[in-house]
Structure formats: structure tokens, C-alpha cells
């Protein structure tokens, strides 16, 4: 089994690790149980049809049950996107797809909010314009996955803007990735969604430097905590912002706290609340291998506790995932080792893991 870009959904009903990958060439989405202390238990559940490619997923909770979004690849390389909710055991309720069939449909997230759910992805042409254009399209979907009207464009972004990713707050959506959509380079970008239309703003400042793969998360206050990695000290390395909501949306950020400070690339930022605490996990190369690494911050951004070092059991660590999950955090990724030149072609193993963070006081 290989296991690549995990996604964590936690409820009281329990905690759900889901990947795209599978046995020998299979790209699959899998979904299994997560157990005290971060163990995965129980068998790993395929739960997309098989029929072609899948990759990718964002999994959470609605209910007691689990709503995955991700997207397909068929013979021809076309892409879709795929809305799909199944119970814990891996049974399948129901399935929708999303997004236009004449364009390359990819990287969806889904939240719920309130009694619906609320779907982002990027669309582009299937045959390359050297434009360097996307768009980033939404929709609603009830519960059971009906469309709540149709699909809509909420936004600009590039061919190589690789990742979205989104939260709730105050009765919206909010939606943030990279682009160059008014600059040279690549910079954050967020997309306030609301009942009567969509909202793109930059974040931070236009200098020259890419700004990439920003993850936003809003605690019950309106409080904000905005990660992403830069590329302004010479090599990539990750910041956090902790400010409330409303000044990132009238165009105030506050200076950045520079977050790692390794000779290498550090990568790969995810940030979630657990209550007025702030948990960050990041990839990083601190021994010679690439590892995840996690350090709590205060409501304001300030550290809060030490860095912890997960270190992979086999080969080199991938890009995290962290939810709150109790008094403290789950943190899940895969570890893999490859053969040669890197790339998922080349691996020979990549195994999921989940491990639990405490709350230092």
C-alpha cells in the first residue's frame, strides 16, 4: 500500500485519515480509522470506484458521516472533480461530480457551513494557451449532495497554482491559494465567499518574492492565523500571521513571524486552533533527512511551545496535516523512500502515519 497526500477529519464519532495511492500503479482514494494515541486501526477502505485515477482528497465530517472531495484523471488525461459521502465504515451514501466537463477540473476542498456544503476548486483549459490562466470556481451542495444552485467563478488564479484551501467563518467561505494575478511572482490570495458574491483580495506586499501555498484557519473570535512559505531569505521558509480576520480583508497584515530557519527548503505549512492555541506543522530538513516538524503559537502569534521534530521511520517525510483533536493535535503524512530522481514514479515504499501532539503549558 502507498499512501500520498493525507487529509484528517475529526469528530466525536471519531477520526478518519484518508490518501490517494493504493497497490502497485493504483491511484485510489482510501479512507481508515484513526485509534487512541494516533494509531491508524482497522482496515484501509477504498472508497473511490476505480474507474479512473483519483487523487488528492480533502476529507471531513458532516453528521456522523464523511464527505471527501477530490478529483479523477481518465485515459485521455482529462480531470474531474468528484463530491462523494460515505459512512464511517467506507459505505457510500451518495456521489456528485462538480465543475465543467469541456475544462481541466483539480486540487477541490470542501467545508460544511451550516446546513450545506460548500465546494471550491480550480478549473483551466484542457490544451495548454502559454496564458498561464485558471480560474477558481465554487458551489453549494445540500447535505445529501444536490446543488444549491449552479456552479460560479470566484476567482483568478495560474496553471501552476497547485493548491487551494479554505475555511469557514462568520457565514463565509474563505478561500486562499497562490497566483500571480497583478504581479510578476507568485502571491497569497484570498477569496471571501458570502450569500451575495465573492471578494479576491492579495495578502502582504508585492516584492518580488513568491508567496506560495497559504492555509488559513479562524477561530470562534474572528481571530485569523495565515501560514504559507516565501521565498525572500534565499530559500523557501514559513511564516505565520495571527490577526483578526476583518484586517486581513480591508488589506492590513501585520509583519510576519519568520516560523523555521533551516539551510533548507522548509515547506508545506498547515495551521489549525485548538481553542485561543494555535498549532503549525511544516517539512523541514533538520538532520540530514526531511522530517515534519510542529511548534505551538498564543491567539497573537507569539511561540507558545517548543519545536518537535517528527522523524520518518523510512526514508524522508512528506508534507503534513493538523487538526485539533482533544487537549491537542493530530499531525498526519506519509513517509517514503524513492529510487533515482524524485517523483511518485520512482517510490518504492510511502507509508501513512498519524502522531499526536500535546499542548505544552
Not at 163 to 179: K, T
Not at 189 to 200: F, L, T
Not at 254 to 260: A, G, N, T
Request: hydrophobic share 40%.
Amino acid at each position: 500500500m502507498h499512501a500520498y497526500e493525507l487529509s484528517l477529519a475529526v469528530s466525536p464519532n471519531g477520526t478518519f485519515a484518508a490518501w490517494h495511492g493504493g497497490f502497485g500503479q493504483e491511484a485510489a482514494i482510501y479512507l481508515q480509522r484513526v485509534g487512541a494515541g494516533g494509531r491508524l486501526t482497522g482496515r484501509a477502505l477504498k472508497i473511490s470506484d476505480g474507474k479512473r485515477h483519483a487523487y488528492e482528497p480533502d476529507l471531513i465530517t458532516a453528521g456522523d458521516d464523511l464527505v471527501a472531495a477530490w478529483y479523477e484523471k481518465d485515459s485521455a488525461g482529462h480531470l474531474s472533480g468528484r463530491l462523494v459521502s460515505t459512512m464511517p465504515d467506507g459505505k457510500r451514501l451518495w456521489e456528485t461530480g462538480f465543475g465543467h466537463s469541456s475544462k481541466q477540473v483539480r486540487n477541490p476542498t470542501v467545508r460544511q457551513l451550516g446546513d450545506h456544503l460548500e465546494a471550491a476548486w480550480i478549473e483551466q483549459s484542457r490544451e495548454d494557451d502559454h496564458t498561464n490562466r485558471a480560474t477558481v470556481w465554487h458551489q453549494r451542495f445540500t447535505l445529501t449532495g444536490k446543488p444549491l444552485g449552479p456552479a460560479r467563478q470566484i476567482g483568478l488564479a495560474n496553471r501552476d497554482t497547485w493548491n487551494i484551501n479554505a475555511c469557514v467563518s462568520g457565514g463565509n467561505l474563505i478561500v486562499v491559494y497562490d497566483a500571480a494575478v497583478s504581479s510578476q511572482v507568485h502571491e497569497l490570495q484570498m477569496i471571501v465567499v458570502g450569500a451575495s458574491g465573492a471578494r479576491q483580495m492579495t495578502l502582504g506586499a508585492n516584492d518580488g518574492f513568491a508567496s506560495l501555498y497559504p492555509d488559513l484557519q479562524v477561530n470562534s473570535t474572528g481571530q485569523a492565523a495565515l501560514t504559507w512559505f516565501d521565498e525572500k531569505d534565499g530559500n523557501e521558509e514559513v511564516y505565520l500571521v495571527a490577526e483578526p480576520l476583518e484586517a486581513l480583508e480591508q488589506g492590513r497584515m501585520l509583519s510576519p513571524l519568520r516560523v523555521s530557519h533551516s539551510q533548507e527548503d522548509s515547506i508545506g505549512a498547515y495551521v489549525v486552533w485548538n481553542g485561543s492555541i494555535i498549532g503549525l506543522a511544516w517539512s523541514d530538513v533538520v538532520s540530514g533527512q526531511r522530517d515534519v516538524l510542529t511548534r505551538t503559537f498564543t491567539a497573537d502569534g507569539k511561540p507558545f511551545g517548543p519545536v518537535r521534530v517528527f522523524k520518518p521511520t523510512k526514508g524522508e517525510a512528506s508534507i503534513p496535516a493538523i487538526r485539533a483533536a482533544g487537549s491537542g493535535f493530530l499531525v498526519a503524512w506519509n513517509d517514503y523512500r524513492v529510487q533515482g530522481a524524485a517523483g511518485h514514479g520512482h517510490v518504492t515504499s510511502s507509508v501513512a502515519r498519524v502522531a499526536s501532539l500535546q499542548i505544552s503549558h
